[in-house]
C-alpha cells in the first residue's frame, strides 16, 4: 500500500502560516500594550491638569481644601466626602514616594483627593460616594491593572538612589490596598518596557533622573538580572531585557 505523506511545499506552507499566527498574536500584544500605554500617559496628564483646573475654580487644592462640604458640589457626609486641613498638602507628608502606602482612610486627604476632583466633575474613574477602599471606587484604576495614587512626601529614602525626588506625585502601582509599602513583591504593576516607554514620552527615558522614576519590588530597583532598573550606569536605565513580568512601578512628579 502507498502510503502518502506531506510533501516540502506543503510542510513549508504550513510552516508559514504557523510564523504568520505567531506574528499576529505577538503583533496583537504589542498594540495592547501601546495602548495601555498611551491611555496611561492621558490620565497622568489629566490628573496633572485636574488639579490646575480645581486651584482655578475653588481657591484650593483637590483632598486639601478646607472648605471642601462648602465650595464642591456634592461634597457632604452622606457621601463620605470631607474638609482637608488647608496646609497646602495632600495628606501628612510621607517620607518616600517609593515605600509608603499609609494614609488610605476614606476621610484621609489622599482619598479625598480623588473624590474631590470627581465631584468638581474634573475626573472619571471613581465612584464619589464610595465608602469602600478599592481600585475604581476611591482611586482610579489604571489600564495595567492597579491605578493611581497620590501622596506629598519629603524625598528620603529608596537607599542609595537620588533623595531629591520630593513633591506631589502621581504613583502607578498594584500594591494591594491592605498593604503599607509599595515596593512589596505584588505591588509592581508595568513590565521594564512599558515603564521605559512611558517615561521616553514624558521625561527623559531614565528611571532615576527626572520627573518620573521607577522602581521594582523589593531591592530590585538596585539593579538585577530581572529588576526593573540596572544601576550599572550613572543614571539607571531599564532592564528592558528582563524576564520578570510585571517588574516596575512608576512616579510621576507633578509638583515640588
Keep these: 500500500m502507498k502510503k502518502n505523506g506531506f510533501t516540502l511545499v506543503e510542510l513549508s506552507i504550513v510552516m508559514i502560516i504557523i510564523g504568520l499566527l505567531i506574528g499576529g498574536i505577538l503583533k496583537g500584544q504589542e498594540l495592547i500594550t501601546n495602548s495601555k500605554v498611551a491611555r496611561t500617559i492621558k490620565d497622568l496628564k489629566s490628573f496633572q491638569s485636574g488639579i490646575l483646573i480645581f486651584q482655578d475654580s475653588y481657591n484650593g487644592i483637590p483632598g486639601d481644601i478646607a472648605y471642601a462640604t462648602t465650595l464642591v458640589p456634592g461634597c457632604t457626609s452622606a457621601n463620605n466626602c470631607a474638609n482637608g486641613n488647608g496646609n497646602l498638602k495632600v495628606g501628612v507628608e510621607e517620607l518616600d514616594a517609593w515605600h509608603y502606602f499609609q494614609n488610605k482612610s476614606i476621610s484621609s486627604e489622599n482619598v479625598q483627593f480623588w473624590k474631590h476632583l470627581a465631584l468638581a466633575d474634573i475626573i472619571g474613574g471613581i465612584n464619589p460616594g464610595a465608602s469602600v477602599i478599592d481600585w475604581g471606587q476611591t482611586f ?5 491593572d492597579g491605578g493611581y495614587t497620590v501622596a506629598d512626601t519629603v524625598g528620603a529614602g529608596m537607599g542609595s538612589d537620588d533623595t531629591s525626588f520630593a513633591g506631589r506625585i502621581f504613583r502607578v502601582h498594584n500594591c494591594a490596598l491592605s498593604c503599607n509599602e509599595l515596593e512589596g513583591p505584588n505591588a509592581t504593576v508595568l513590565s521594564t518596557t512599558a515603564a521605559a516607554s512611558i517615561d521616553r514620552k514624558m521625561d527623559d527615558g ?10 521594582g519590588a523589593g531591592a530590585a530597583h538596585v539593579g538585577g538580572a530581572d529588576a526593573c532598573t540596572d544601576r550599572s550606569g550613572a543614571t539607571g536605565t531599564y532592564n528592558e531585557g528582563s524576564t520578570a513580568g510585571e517588574a516596575c512601578a512608576l512616579y510621576f512628579r507633578v509638583s515640588q
Excluded: K
Design 140 to 144: 482610579p484604576a489604571g489600564p495595567f
Design 206 to 215: 531614565s528611571p532615576l533622573t527626572g520627573t518620573i522614576r521607577a522602581s
